[in-house]
Every structure is written in structure tokens, then in C-alpha cells.
């Protein structure tokens, strides 16, 4: 399995048998290297309807003819706008898929677009549990610090996506703890560094959690690993 980080909370995840793209945001991500336009991809994961992490899901699925995979209200959002392929979810469930399993998990965070006046409320916000090819990775979405977390981890963890921007999401010395509790093999920092509000010293955190014995590996938008 190959991941590729995107910047933000975006990555390419390359399984034997198909492509993935995870919480899609690029053509307004000051820190991605590509645009919407140059993805291919089969199927698209969005954790959360706020716009850092959909906001590109709709063209790429347009022009990959493309799987939307998200919790029910944020696909049939996307499937009102034009989508024609989605599969709902919600927290707790999973399912195969022709590439592998797909577990959506809690969050605690909010979840809606079109933000102002009259925002979309779209359900509640989303983890995503990724098994393919004998590995297995979690994208924690944006999300708080929560115990739970313990639970995701036993299922053994190749890799973890985690949040350290603070002020939306855990900080750093809570996604330590979230470290402790998940476990991973590798943990990769993610949501921060993209705006001021948000900026973060990955390397540093790196350094911190490698203290409580953790390997963690700070990617730049681009980079690519195996797993
Ligand atoms: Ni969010
Ligand atoms: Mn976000």
C-alpha cells in the first residue's frame, strides 16, 4: 500500500486494487502541490462535510467517475449536486468494498458546509478504518482527544492520520495521548501548517511523541511511503 500526502488532511492511498483519495481538498489548499484536475482516482473518503476536507470531492468524482464513500448525509449532499456514484455510511458500520474494508468511526467535531447564515448540517463527523492488502490504516478526521481511541488501535495499525493543528482539533499533547491509545506502527501529523491559525512544528512533535516510544514522520506535501 502506498500512501501519498497530499498537504492538509488529503492523501493518495494506492491499494493493489484501486485508488483512493482521502478528504479531498486542493484546488483552495495553499499547501498542495496539485489541483483537483490532475487526480485519478476510484474511490473518494471524506471524513466531514467541512469544505478543508470535501471541498473537492464533487469534481473529482465527476471526472474520475468516482465512488463518494462518507456518512449518509454528506453522500446524499453530493449525490443532490450530481454525484452519480455514492455509498453512505455512518459511525460503527463497515463495509467491503471491491479494494478492501472500510470502517467509519466516531469523531468529536462538527460536520457541515456552506457555512454563514444557513449552513448544511451534514451528520456527524467521521474517522475512516482502512483495511487493504493486509494492512491497516485509520485517518482520524478532525477530532478532539477521545477514549475510544483505544478501540481503534486494537485492530493493530500499520499507519495513523492524525491531527495536531490545535484550536480546531487535538494539539499536539493530545495526539501524543491519542498515540498511546491508537498504537500505530507510524504515525503521520496532519491539518496543521496550512493557515496561521493552525501552525505546528511537525518535526518537534515528531520529537515528543518519539519520547513515549512512537514513530512518527512529519510528510511534506508530495512525499510518498510504502507501507
Ligand atoms: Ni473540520
Ligand atoms: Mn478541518
Not at 474494508?101 to 457555512?115: D, N, P
Request: aromatic content about 8%; glycine content about 8%.
Amino acid at each position: 500500500m502506498r500512501l501519498t500526502y497530499l498537504g492538509h488532511s488529503c492523501f493518495l492511498v494506492e491499494t493493489a486494487k484501486a485508488r483512493l483519495i482521502l478528504d479531498p481538498f486542493l484546488n483552495d489548499n495553499p499547501t498542495a502541490k496539485i489541483k483537483a484536475k490532475d487526480v485519478k482516482c476510484d474511490f473518494i473518503l471524506v471524513s466531514h462535510g467541512h469544505e478543508d476536507h470535501s471541498g473537492d470531492a464533487l469534481e473529482i468524482a465527476k471526472q474520475c467517475d468516482a465512488t463518494i464513500v462518507a456518512n449518509y448525509e454528506i453522500t446524499e449532499y453530493f449525490a443532490a449536486k450530481g454525484a452519480k456514484k455514492t455509498h453512505g455510511m455512518n459511525p460503527g458500520g463497515a463495509h467491503t468494498f471491491p479494494f478492501g474494508r472500510v470502517k467509519l468511526t466516531i469523531a468529536h467535531h462538527t460536520s457541515s458546509v456552506e457555512a454563514g447564515l444557513k449552513p448544511v448540517y451534514l451528520g456527524v463527523p467521521c474517522g475512516m478504518l482502512i483495511q487493504a492488502d493486509g494492512k491497516a490504516i485509520y485517518h482520524a478526521g478532525d477530532t478532539a482527544l477521545f477514549m475510544d481511541m483505544q478501540l481503534i488501535g486494537r485492530v493493530g495499525l500499520d499507519a495513523a492520520m492524525i491531527p495536531i493543528g490545535d484550536n480546531f482539533t487535538m494539539g499536539p499533547e493530545d495526539a501524543v495521548t491519542a498515540l498511546d491509545f491508537l498504537k500505530p506502527k507510524l504515525a503521520i501529523p496532519i491539518h496543521y501548517n496550512t493557515w496561521p491559525i493552525i501552525a505546528q512544528d511537525g518535526p518537534a512533535f515528531a520529537a515528543q511523541a518519539a519520547k513515549s516510544g512512537h514513530t512518527v514522520r512529519a510528510l511534506k506535501a508530495g512525499e510518498t511511503i510504502e507501507l
